[in-house]
């Protein structure tokens, strides 16, 4: 069963006092009245009443933004990058609990990723799919396809030893063709994730599968 009922949130850079960045949130107050147990949402630490209200909320203009989804038994964050003047939907979703898009459709992203002081040369990076990454290389940047039930869902960026032990993790929504530049420091544990763009060309989507 697929229900479908969605959350709205509006990004305007209408001048609010000293705000000039602000997300609009309106909520569907027949949404997800399946699920169970209850369960709540937060952007940029806002959280979002079930009840209609129009919520304001920052964007942060210098870094991410997050999103977290949180019941009694589990609790997912996610970040990702917000524009101004532009509205997102959140709809439910059985495989992934929510999705987020922008209403003119997300444009998939790309990402690429570097181990520094890294004890190995070789690493499994990407979502579901992996691909093998050498260290010792110059890495491009790739696509990951994600499940067909979740399309719009936060992907789970990970990397991997090369027997498959996670390394580090971070979820993120792609939402209008992100560039990542995904670097990881093996003695820290610390990920720097960096936004250097956005994705131009249709040529940019390298996909690569490599099976273990």
């Not at 709540?40 to 210098?62: A, W």
């Not at 917000?82 to 495989?95: A, E, F, K, Q």
């Not at 720097?192 to 131009?200: F, S």
């Amino acid at each position: 069963m697929v229900w479908k009922s969605l959350l709205v949130f509006c990004l305007t850079s209408t001048f609010l006092g000293a705000q000039t960045d602000a997300a609009f949130i309106k909520k569907d107050t027949n949404i997800w009245t399946a699920m169970a147990p209850p369960f709540q949402i937060e952007v940029n630490g806002v959280e979002i009443p079930f009840t209609g209200d129009l919520i304001k909320t920052r964007i942060n203009e210098r870094g991410f933004d997050t999103i977290v989804f949180q019941n009694a038994r589990f609790r997912k964050v996610s970040i990702m990058k917000l524009r101004p003047g532009n509205t997102y939907l959140i709809h439910d979703n059985t495989c992934s609990f929510y999705t987020l898009q922008p209403t003119q459709g997300s444009k998939r992203g790309v990402v690429k990723f570097k181990v520094d002081k890294g004890e190995n040369k070789l690493y499994r990076v990407g979502n579901d799919i992996t691909r093998v990454y050498h260290a010792n290389k110059r890495d491009k940047y790739y696509y990951y396809p994600h499940s067909a039930m979740c399309v719009d869902a936060a992907q789970r960026l990970r990397l991997e030893s090369e027997t498959g032990d996670e390394l580090s993790s971070v979820n993120f929504h792609f939402l209008h063709g992100e560039k990542l530049f995904y670097v990881f420091n093996e003695e820290t544990g610390n990920i720097d994730l960096r936004l250097m763009g956005l994705v131009k060309k249709e040529k940019e989507y390298r996909v690569r599968h490599d099976k273990h």
